[in-house]
């Protein structure tokens, strides 16, 4: 063995965090381009423009989503189950979504009937938007706990339903998601575009990042006084093998603070959050894209950085029984299957960052309206 139990079940906690980040920046763009497409571009070549921006890269930016979501089967098969039943609805609302992205870039511009282009605009407006928004209230969830329990037979049973997914903070998370995210599109469009487009991008710009800074301010405000964190008590040794329900737990007012009192340091995801806000809009009101991309990026790590020490060990605490909840050290797969699974990891990421920087280096440049004149047949 590598490494030990109690290694490895930290090590996997920093992969999934890694898969998280990985998705947001590489199809945290997309998703946001998607939200502004009908919005930012005023006709029809200038929407061909936003769709030739990410159309070559889209799919291969998927990869980090469908890779977080295999990690987490693989990694903490207790942690998918509860979040495949009880966001059921919300993931399925997600996935239709996401089905206009691939049938939109493909068939959008096949016909040039003006109803079957605006369709699909809209449709492709669906599956960034919806995405986006739902991210952050499932995050809203997970900080709050989620209504679930086991019983003496290990049985899982969800209490909530799709509506109390929706509750205030909830929606305020997803509207920090889907305002960075867009912030974050916004800045990757001006980085690609010229003229009117890179114009209203950079205006995009402004208005969604100085909504992500005021939404993700009150959100830590609500988090840190108005929400009831979740502490262990009483626990068999993290580095051994152990049921959810042999570990007692309770809730307790300020207690998402408490990792941030012992430790500091990690502070410091909040201050990068907000920094990388602040200087994605001052580089990109200076006409600085590609540095204000960088600050983009930093703000979306920052953010959930931020989520990820206020939970830590927690994955998914219960809210109606809190011993049921799951965290880093109990909804864990087996020592070994943590071990081959760190190997995969170690040799194959190395090789998505490489391909991915590769295909980015390649498909670098500007996207105008006259190279979509030039090249109509062979463009989305």
Not at 176 to 184: E, G, K, T
Not at 206 to 221: E, K
């Amino acid at each position: 063995m590598l490494f030990d139990y109690l290694t490895l079940k930290i090590i996997w906690w920093v992969f999934v965090g890694v898969l998280l980040i990985g998705f947001a920046l590489m199809d945290g763009f997309d998703l946001g381009i998607g939200t502004l497409l009908p919005f930012v571009a005023r006709n029809d070549e200038q929407r061909r423009v936003l769709l030739n921006v990410i159309g070559p890269t889209w799919e291969g930016n998927q990869v980090w989503f469908i890779t977080a979501g295999g990690a987490l089967f693989a990694a903490w098969p207790l942690a998918y189950a509860a979040a495949f039943s009880g966001f059921y609805w919300a993931l399925l609302l997600v996935l239709f979504a996401l089905f206009f992205r691939p049938i939109g870039f493909e068939y959008r511009s096949k016909i040039p009937d003006p109803r079957w282009r605006t369709a699909w605009d809209w449709g492709l407006f669906v599956g960034g938007m919806v995405p986006a928004l739902i991210f952050g209230v499932a995050f809203g969830n997970l900080l709050q706990g989620v209504p679930f329990h086991y019983d003496k037979f290990m049985r899982f049973f969800y209490t909530g339903s799709f509506w109390g997914l929706l509750n205030p903070f909830a929606l305020l998370a997803g509207i920090v998601s889907l305002s960075m995210l867009v912030m974050h599109g916004a800045v990757y469009l001006q980085m690609r575009t010229e003229d009117d487009i890179n114009a209203r991008a950079k205006k995009a710009v402004r208005i969604f990042s100085i909504v992500f800074m005021v939404a993700f301010a009150i959100a830590g405000i609500w988090q840190a006084f108005g929400i009831e964190g979740y502490r262990i008590i009483a626990s068999p040794d993290p580095g051994t093998v152990f049921s959810p329900m042999a570990k007692k737990v309770e809730m307790a007012a300020g207690a998402l603070m408490q990792n941030y009192t012992i430790y500091p340091w990690m502070v410091l995801a909040p201050v990068l959050a907000f920094a990388g806000g602040i200087l994605a809009l001052v580089l990109s009101g200076i006409n600085r894209a590609g540095l204000a991309f960088v600050c983009s990026g930093s703000a979306l790590t920052g953010v959930i950085l931020t989520a990820g020490f206020a939970m830590f060990p927690f994955v998914i605490p219960s809210s109606t029984n809190p011993n049921s909840s799951l965290t880093v050290f109990d909804a864990t797969s087996s020592h070994l299957t943590l071990n081959v699974m760190f190997i995969a990891v170690v040799v194959f990421l190395p090789i998505i960052v490489v391909y991915t920087s590769w295909v980015y280096r390649i498909m670098r440049g500007k996207i105008t309206e006259e190279k979509i004149r030039e090249e109509t047949h062979s463009v989305y």
